[in-house]
């Protein structure tokens, strides 16, 4: 069996840990944490920790390894048209497909999620909001909306969660409504002692003020 793929998007998580290892052999070649290109392992393991029972084998490729995607009118140009067009899309991604560099998205469940989303958006963008976090007073949401809270407490060495608001009603830009994130609270290296009181100050307890 054979897959070809690139970095990002569905499926990311799922060909790291199958194929790649839990970090970017790319970017750490000499990890120990990688699985090393051009080498197979026999003992690959789905996300469950189930038993691939198949050999696994990462061939990392470039798209200036060949010229397979040429313009057949301008053979000469190589693959330079295709680059250009790869170009086109938002930097991190640009960066991350043309270097075959899988660290980008690491870690992430939610590949789309895009911190630079708001960013560089011409100045007569009149579409909705774009940011990933928006604050209540700037959301359009009521606080009689149904909110909730996600969180990792990260077995002690780092933090994340997330205050949402679910869901506004249908608009045209978003036909099944929108689920906002309103707060995002983001400790690295934290102490899991002080994280409870932590998390109830800042999303729970109601703001006086
Ligand atoms: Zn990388």
Redesign the pocket.
């Known amino acids: 069996m054979r897959l070809a793929t690139n970095p990002g998007n569905i499926g990311h998580s799922w060909h790291m840990k199958v194929f790649i290892g839990d970090e970017?052999?790319?970017?750490?070649p000499n990890s120990e944490r990688i699985k090393k290109p051009f080498t197979i392992y026999d003992d690959a393991v789905f996300g469950d920790g189930t038993r691939v029972n198949h050999s696994a084998e990462f061939i990392p490729g470039r798209v200036t390894d060949h010229t397979l995607f040429a313009d057949p009118e301008n053979l000469a140009a190589g693959n330079a048209p295709y680059i250009r067009k790869l170009e086109l899309q938002k930097p991190a991604l640009a960066k991350?497909l043309k270097?075959?560099?899988?660290?980008?998205f690491q870690g992430q469940y939610f590949t789309c999620w895009d911190e630079a989303r708001d960013q560089d958006l011409p100045n007569d963008y009149r579409g909705p909001d774009l940011r990933m976090v928006i604050p209540f007073a700037e959301a359009p949401v009521e606080w009689w909306y149904p909110h909730f809270t996600g969180t990792d407490w990260g077995v002690g060495s780092s933090q994340a969660a997330s205050y949402l608001c679910v869901r506004t009603p249908a608009d045209g830009w978003f036909p099944n409504g929108r689920v906002y994130v309103l707060k995002e609270f983001c400790r690295p290296d934290s102490y899991i002692d002080e994280y409870p009181a932590e998390f109830l100050r800042r999303f729970v307890i109601p703001e006086l003020d």
């Not at 970017?24 to 750490?28: D, M, R, V």
């Open positions: 970017c052999p790319h970017c750490k991350a270097e075959g560099c899988w660290a980008q």
